[in-house]
């Protein structure tokens, strides 16, 4: 009976596979930093009068303002 030895790319394949999935991560870490930061960049910005009025009728739609 033979021994049976992996197939001769296997080890590397397993290491390129790796490598791929840290370079997704990667990728994927970036983009959710960046879509984090636009978040806290558009929700200050929706706080300024100007703005908020030049992006969204929503203030002119509800009626009369609270505060």
Sequence with gaps: MPDQQ???GS????EEALRLVGVIC????????????LLLICQLALQNETF???A???DRWEGARLN
């Design 6 to 8: 992996p197939a001769e």
């Design 11 to 14: 080890k590397g394949d397993k």
């Design 56 to 58: 969204t009728s929503a």
């Design 26 to 37: 990667g990728w994927l870490g970036r983009g959710a930093a960046v879509l984090l930061i």
């Design 52 to 54: 908020r009025s030049l």
